[in-house]
């Protein structure tokens, strides 16, 4: 197994985390904050998918699938539309609601453009640095083992938001 399909197989669970994330709550039990502050299983999705999406957009230079494909308008959040949840305010993190089919399908757009931008690369492409500001610079193999693995934690994230709001 080279490295890309590493990266693949990893992206590739994706969906499976997020449908289980997701699973059986309504719209208001996504937005439902188990703490003050606390994310919510909305936001966690959507943010997952707005980082992945817009670093691999970035990484392949394409347009995000958050608005080349209708993404922005479907969730039609009031976020700026260039928000992709880094930094977020709790104000702004309750601003995420949606239904667990929107988060699901967009969730699912950009795991989908990941696999095809994996699906173009050797495993040589994996050594091109793509960031030479940090020490050591940044590869893109590195960077995209870094989207795979803020979207896996907050999937779990996710996952374990879930679990306390079916227990209450």
Not at 69 to 78: V, Y
């Amino acid at each position: 197994m080279n490295g890309i399909d590493v990266l693949t197989e990893g992206f590739g669970r994706l969906d499976d985390l997020v449908a289980t994330a997701t699973s059986d709550l309504t719209e208001d039990q996504l937005a439902e904050r188990v703490g003050p502050e606390a994310n919510t299983v909305a936001w966690l999705v959507w943010h997952l998918a707005r980082e992945q999406d817009a670093q691999v957009a970035a990484l392949g230079g394409t347009e995000e699938v958050w608005t080349a494909d209708g993404w922005a308008e479907k969730l039609a959040l009031p976020l700026d539309p260039s928000d992709n949840g880094y930094g977020n305010t709790p104000e702004q993190v309750a601003q995420v609601r949606a239904s667990a089919d929107l988060l699901v399908g967009y969730a699912r757009a950009s795991t989908a453009a990941s696999l095809a931008y994996l699906r173009g690369l050797s495993d040589a492409d994996l050594d091109d640095v793509v960031d030479p500001g940090w020490d050591p610079p940044v590869t893109r193999g590195v960077r995209l083992l870094s989207v795979l693995d803020d979207a896996v934690q907050h999937a779990g994230q996710a996952a374990f938001v879930r679990g306390l709001l079916l227990d209450r």
